[in-house]
Each structure stands twice: as C-alpha cells, then as structure tokens.
C-alpha cells in the first residue's frame, strides 16, 4: 500500500443527516405534514470537519465506522468517491 503525507487526520463515524425544508415547523405532538423537499446529506462532526478540512486543499484522511444500513453505506460512498481502498461497512455489537 502506498502512503500518502497528510494535514490533518480524523477519526470518528460517518452518519447521514436528513436535511428538510419547506413551510411547516416541528412541534410537539405533531402528525405528517409535507415538506418542500428532503435530502440526505453526509453528517456527524467528524465527517463534517474532514470536508471542511479538504475544501481549502489540506490533505486530510478519515478512519472511522459506519452502519451497515442502506443510508450510511451511502454516506460512506458519497464520503469516498471512487475510492476502493476502503472497508465495507460493518454491523456495531
């Protein structure tokens, strides 16, 4: 395996956020209401500061977990573009 230098190293999990938008405001007790839109989008601190780390063109590198679910196997995907020197995700316990 080839090493490659790094700024900055995060380690944590990757979890997805789903991210609403729309009219209705979230209350207490309440029943469906509709929304404009939803998305899923790559979520957790960790996660979060790693993107951020790569915008102004630090190196960075994350080791982390994440479920084995539909939404954070697609988490893990969308973190890892075209990536195959990762793991598959794996179940927790």
Do not use: Y
């Amino acid at each position: 395996m080839t090493e490659r230098a790094v700024n900055i190293l995060v380690a944590g999990q990757i979890n997805p956020d789903l991210i609403l938008s729309g009219a209705c405001v979230p209350e207490f007790g309440q029943v469906e209401k509709l929304v404009d839109s939803a998305s899923l989008t790559i979520g957790s601190s960790s996660a979060i500061i790693a993107c951020g780390a790569a915008r102004p063109g630090l190196k960075e590198a994350f080791t982390g977990i994440c479920g084995a679910d539909i939404f954070c196997s697609s988490m893990w995907v969308a973190f890892h573009p075209g990536s195959r020197r990762h793991r598959r995700p794996i179940h927790a316990g």
